[in-house]
């Protein structure tokens, strides 16, 4: 395989994974912003559907500095397939099942298609450097990327397991197993000391009741975002840009339940 199939390859890769993404990270913006009624709807359905793919997409091809026309022309993909089904089904033609489903199958074949237009751009790109702001945007996906998985419990706070919490000491663990960073020594007994506090921290909200156990569950949660912290400045154990997802996670949660818990 040429070093240039390989590259248009990773490309393709990279649009696919932006797509897939867009869609699950913008869609569940859309129930806050349609109605239910309206967005059961396959044509308003696969409207908003293809415009989360057509945002993530256009924002990954411009950080790869592609041209207007390449953007506009993969844009026109995540639209062109579900259009073509749309018409036969306002015609009372085609079972509105059959919508989405199709509409996704021909999507790919479409993006390959705009890809194969400009296979020269595609097979020899290289990223643009990005600069000043863009880069600082750029640099902090971490933190969006929590904002759009937490939008659920920033619009409506709920409660959480205290079981749940758990998974913050034990996250920390596994990656560093993974990733061969709980040496020296202290450092496991750093991460294993906190998994005894959680562990602690769930016994007590277990046996709490009420105000005090939702103040326990949001106090715990609020603290590992301060773990988090602590990490992503000293790039230890984790990632730095998980540990910067995490705190923001944790830190949502926390002031969430606490939010609860005050109500």
Do not use: K
């Not at 590259?7 to 897939?20: C, I, K, N, P, Q």
């Not at 293809?50 to 639209?79: C, D, I």
């Not at 989405?100 to 990223?127: D, K, N, T």
């Amino acid at each position: 395989m040429t070093t240039s199939t390989r590259t248009f390859l990773r490309h393709a890769g990279e649009m696919l994974l932006a797509m897939v993404l867009g869609m699950l990270l913008i869609g569940p913006v859309w129930a806050y912003l349609v109605p239910g009624d309206l967005l059961a709807r396959p044509d308003v359905a696969a409207g908003t559907m293809a415009t989360g793919m057509a945002v993530a997409m256009a924002v990954w091809m411009w950080h790869r500095g592609h041209r207007g026309g390449a953007v506009a022309e993969m844009t026109a993909a995540m639209y062109l397939p579900f259009l073509v089904l749309l018409v036969p089904w306002w015609a009372g033609l085609l079972p509105a099942g059959a919508v989405l489903p199709a509409g996704h199958l021909l999507m790919l074949p479409a993006m390959l298609l705009a890809m194969w237009h400009r296979a020269a751009e595609y097979s020899a790109h290289r990223a643009r450097p990005v600069r000043s702001g863009a880069a600082a945007v750029l640099n902090r996906w971490p933190t969006a990327f929590a904002l759009l998985v937490t939008v659920d419990q920033m619009v409506d706070p709920r409660p959480v397991p205290a079981y749940a919490m758990l998974v913050l000491p034990f996250g920390y663990l596994s990656i560093g197993a993974v990733r061969g960073t709980l040496r020296p020594r202290r450092v496991l007994i750093t991460q294993l000391g906190g998994l005894g506090a959680y562990l602690l921290l769930v016994l007590a909200a277990t046996v709490a009741s009420g105000d005090l156990a939702l103040s326990l569950i949001g106090a715990g949660w609020l603290a590992h975002a301060g773990w988090d912290v602590w990490h992503h400045r000293r790039d230890a154990v984790v990632p730095r840009g998980f540990a910067e997802w995490c705190a923001v996670v944790d830190a949502v949660i926390g002031i969430s339940v606490l939010a609860v818990a005050v109500a």
